[in-house]
Nanobody, 123 residues
Framework: QVQLVESGGGLVQAGGSLRLSCAAS????????MGWFRQAPGKEREFVAA????????TYADSVKGRFTISRDNAKSTAYLQMTSLKPEDTAVYYC????????????????WGQGTQVTVSS
């Protein structure tokens, strides 16, 4: 089992960029697929992006395709979410999550979650 800690959130103007990090403890990070999800106030948590254990496969929500990039560095036990061209509607708490099997867009497939990091995009 890994433990996850997100960082890198903050306040940014529309059109700006942020990079979120998800640091994992434990020695088996490389065997986990990783996902990023977000939850805006008053809304359900939604899928953002996911990456396979080796980094060879990625998938994105349509709303972030072309603007966000998920990546991972297994040597550093860290996953990343590079966010560019940010919009006010990207404002949310962003969570990273891990699962032992393959890549998935379904939050219920993930059994390990971080505490979340706030991203606020001003117009």
């Amino acid at each position: 089992q890994v433990q996850l800690v997100e960082s890198g959130g903050g306040l940014v103007q529309a059109g700006g960029s942020l990079r979120l990090s998800c640091a994992a403890s434990g020695r088996t990070f490389s065997s986990y697929a990783m996902g990023w999800f977000r939850q805006a106030p008053g809304k359900e948590r939604e899928f953002v992006a996911a990456i396979s254990w080796g980094g060879g496969r990625t998938t994105y929500a349509d709303s972030v395709k072309g603007r966000f990039t998920i990546s991972r560095d297994n040597a550093k036990s860290t996953a990343y979410l590079q966010m560019t061209s940010l919009k006010p509607e990207d404002t949310a708490v962003y969570y990273c999550a891990a699962r032992r099997v393959g890549i998935s867009e379904d939050q219920y497939d993930y059994n390990t979650w971080g505490q979340g990091t706030q991203v606020t995009v001003s117009s």
